[in-house]
């Protein structure tokens, strides 16, 4: 640990000595402070990510050519905290046979002594989709700079009746009591969603099993599946291959532009996964996020015990736009993931090491919000900023009917706006809000009276986000498992200049949105707590901070550092 703090320091110094900031931007209102992202040029899914010797990796599937997608390469970032990071050279580049139209995504394995290897989808001559393998020229280099190619590739090829165009994105491998390795392919069959099983002794044969480890009638192609144990205590975070009665397995498949997963029971001898319940590809399921979150990976971090979540955020605004702004493509906030007490759902939390990222803070508590008004949240930065606040109600007997028929919480949320006064909600914070508040972005709650119990909705409302033209302005939801008799109901937000990434419930829902102010951006951008339902609510603490920006950094001439 000491020697890569020294690291740090000594590599960041001969960056910026190497002239860092080469790019000359004009304005940037929508690029942001704390979120990962390259300095420039198209950037999708997260692949690989891993702790090895101190150093957090990521890999992305990244153009290094333009704002659009094509020509993919696995870039490579490294960090010490999971907050500031170093862009190396790119770790693999489509230039084999069996890469030669693009290196996509995959996953890190430690194979048995700890050494990491990556399988990923090469695109190749043909176009048709295999699995490639690499591993690491110099071990002894923490910052695995040089990757190599197997001699062996392709290991897996769209044979016995495999679609090629419909056949990739491995996950992390995991070993099985009988030595052998597993890994999971994602896969259109019959038009339906699967997750082709495949098995190798020494990682470089691999033997496809009769039965995928699970598949569904009910969606279409499953993307970047991901595989793994979490504890049912629900107190740290569990290694791939790690199975016994105090875990449960995810899975987790990427469709219709959402991250769906289902929890289940899995036997390694027989590779039997059995799910408590089945994926839907409705407003009812599972998701990580109900809003713009895709094509997500998680790792295990062996250094705190914990399971990282990261996951790709895309623009909301046209092809155009992201040219001329000259990128497109965030990382969010990496999240500690665990299983919630109920057991019935995860629960997502941003790392505490972006907390040290927060300054100027602003609190107070005991705060009645009368229905129909606002509260400015003054004193910060509000274009990038963390802000939690918790509401106290005492008036649930005034809750709204819930209607049988709405079943579906996104159409809900579309069709009750911000506007639309309630009598227990809409309340909540109004993000990048203009001064006169004709731009908007309402992350908000409603609670409504079913039988003997209370629902709660959550909303990310971005129907008024911005007035310019052209942006997809969706409006996200998703019911949400709180009891707001027993306790309070809880928001945090992390909003970055383009971004908000909203937890409800301490993290039981998700909902991440990018907008794209006209006026609310930089010092014109103001943040509200709202109620506008006819009730008051009251808060009863709200903490919001000023975020600095993290230290991203890049050097287009790199030199290797010398440490000694
Ligand atoms: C990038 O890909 C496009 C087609 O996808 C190709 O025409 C172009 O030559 C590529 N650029 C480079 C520099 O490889
Ligand atoms: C491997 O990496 C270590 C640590 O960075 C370095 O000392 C060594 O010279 C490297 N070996 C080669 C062959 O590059
Ligand atoms: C898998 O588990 C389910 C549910 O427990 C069971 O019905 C099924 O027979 C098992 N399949 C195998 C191959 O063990
Ligand atoms: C935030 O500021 C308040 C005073 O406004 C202070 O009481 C509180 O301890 C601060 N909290 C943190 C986490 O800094
Ligand atoms: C808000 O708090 C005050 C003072 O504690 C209390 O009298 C009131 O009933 C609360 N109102 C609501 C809506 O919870
Ligand atoms: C989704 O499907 C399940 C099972 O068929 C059903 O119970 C639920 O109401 C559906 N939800 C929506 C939003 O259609
Ligand atoms: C509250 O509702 C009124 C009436 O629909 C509307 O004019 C106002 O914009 C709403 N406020 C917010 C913050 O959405
Ligand atoms: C807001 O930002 C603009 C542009 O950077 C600057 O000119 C102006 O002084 C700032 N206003 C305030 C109140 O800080």
């Not at 696995?74 to 770790?91: G, K, R």
């Not at 700890?114 to 001559?125: C, M």
Request: with cysteine.
């Amino acid at each position: 640990m000491e020697t890569s703090s020294v690291l740090v320091i000594v590599f960041c110094f001969l960056l910026l000595g190497n002239g860092v900031q080469s790019l000359s931007m004009e304005h940037q209102p929508y690029r942001t402070g704390f979120h990962f992202q390259p300095p420039r040029n198209w950037m999708n899914d997260p692949n690989g990510p891993m702790y090895y010797k101190g150093v957090y990796h990521l890999f992305y599937q990244y153009n290094p050519y333009a704002a659009v997608w094509g020509n993919i390469t696995w870039a490579h970032s490294i960090s010490y905290d999971l907050v500031d990071w170093i862009h190396l050279e790119n770790a693999l580049s489509p230039d084999d046979p069996f890469d030669i139209n693009g290196c996509w995504s995959g996953s890190a394995t430690f194979l048995t002594g700890g050494k990491p290897v990556v399988l990923y989808t090469g695109s190749d001559t043909m176009k048709h989709q295999v699995q490639n393998l690499a591993e690491p020229k110099n071990l002894s280099d923490p910052l695995l700079r040089e990757w190599v190619k197997s001699s062996h590739n392709p290991l897996m090829t769209p044979v016995d009746g495999i679609e090629p165009e419909f056949f990739r994105d491995p996950t992390t491998a995991w070993q099985g009591p009988d030595g052998l390795w597993r890994v999971l392919v994602g896969n259109r069959m019959d038009g339906h969603g699967w997750a082709l099983l495949y098995r190798s002794r020494d990682f470089i044969t691999w033997t496809r099993s009769k039965e995928p480890l699970h598949s569904s009638t009910r969606t279409g192609m499953w993307e970047c599946p991901d595989f793994y144990p979490v504890s049912v205590d629900g107190k740290e975070g569990v290694d791939t291959s790690s199975f016994d009665d105090s875990t449960k397995h995810v899975l987790k498949a990427s469709f219709n532009d959402c991250d769906h997963y289902v929890l289940g029971n899995y036997t390694p001898v027989t590779d039997n996964y059995s799910v408590d319940t089945d994926f839907l590809e409705n407003g009812s399921d599972l998701r990580y996020d109900y809003g713009n979150f895709y094509a997500s990976k998680t790792f295990f971090d062996g250094g705190k015990k914990r399971r990282i979540l990261w996951g790709w955020i895309q623009e909301a605004d046209s092809t155009t736009n992201d040219i001329e702004k000259g990128w497109s493509g965030l990382q969010s906030v990496p999240r500690s993931i665990l299983l919630s007490k109920t057991g019935k759902q995860l629960v997502q939390w941003p790392v505490e090491e972006i907390e040290k990222l927060r300054t100027g803070n602003v609190s107070f508590e005991n705060k009645k919000l009368e229905g129909g008004s606002v509260l400015e949240v003054s004193g910060i930065t509000p274009s990038q900023a963390d802000v939690e606040v918790s509401f106290d109600l005492s008036n649930l007997e005034e809750a709204e009917l819930m209607d049988p028929s709405w079943i579906d919480p996104q159409l809900l949320c579309r069709q009750k706006t911000a506007p639309v006064r309630g009598n227990i909600g809409p309340f909540g914070i109004l993000a990048f809000a203009s001064k006169d508040m004709t731009e908007q972005t309402a992350i908000f709650f409603r609670v409504f009276r079913s039988d003997d119990k209370h629902v709660v909705l959550m909303c990310s409302d971005q129907s008024r986000s911005s007035l310019r033209e052209g942006l997809k302005k969706e409006t996200y939801g998703t019911f949400i498992d709180i009891d707001p008799l027993h306790e309070k109901i809880s928001l945090r937000s992390l909003i970055d200049h383009s971004i908000v990434e909203s937890f409800g419930g301490d993290g039981r829902a998700c909902i991440t949105a990018r907008v794209y102010p006209k006026s609310a951006i930089d010092n014109q951008s103001y943040l509200y707590a709202f109620n506008n339902g006819t009730f008051d609510v009251n808060i009863s603490n709200l903490n919001a901070w000023s975020m600095k920006k993290a230290q991203i950094v890049s050097s287009t001439k790199r030199r290797k550092p010398h440490l000694d």
